[in-house]
């Protein structure tokens, strides 16, 4: 299983990024996609999840309102649009998969490597 993330940067604080994440070697389809981010000395942390068919998402509290998680099931792909980006949201930010819910949200099947965001104030 590969779960390769893309589309980080550097942004500036209010701005906007799409990342993406392309999975292979899986059943894309049976898989909950989750995202997390870590800061440089903190925990990784969970941003939001999508399940297997994408008819439900769950975020954080820090990305709710602000980050949308998308998938499409035809090309194994799930992407994190984020809006009015913060300097708090600085952080690498990963992609996983997991079969199980909420299991998915602490204790993903499979990581990809991250991708760093980078917000200026």
């Known amino acids: 299983v590969q779960l390769q993330a893309s589309g980080g940067g550097l942004v500036q604080a209010g701005g906007s990024l799409r990342l993406s994440c392309a999975a292979s070697?899986?059943?894309?389809?049976?898989?909950?996609m989750a995202w997390f981010r870590q800061a440089p000395g903190k925990e990784r942390e969970f941003v939001g999840v999508?399940?297997?068919?994408?008819?439900?998402?769950s975020y954080a509290e820090s990305a709710e309102g602000r980050f949308t998680i998308s998938r499409d099931n035809a090309k194994n792909k799930v992407y994190l649009q984020m809006n009015s980006l913060k300097p708090e949201d600085s952080a690498v930010y990963f992609c996983?998969?997991?079969?199980?819910?909420?299991?998915?949200?602490?204790?993903?099947?499979?990581w990809g490597q991250g991708t760093q965001v980078t917000v200026s104030s």
């Open positions: 999508m399940v297997g068919n994408g008819a439900v998402t």
């Open positions: 070697g899986l059943s894309f389809s049976n898989y909950h």
């Open positions: 996983a998969a997991g079969l199980l819910m909420p299991t998915v949200t602490r204790r993903p099947d499979y």
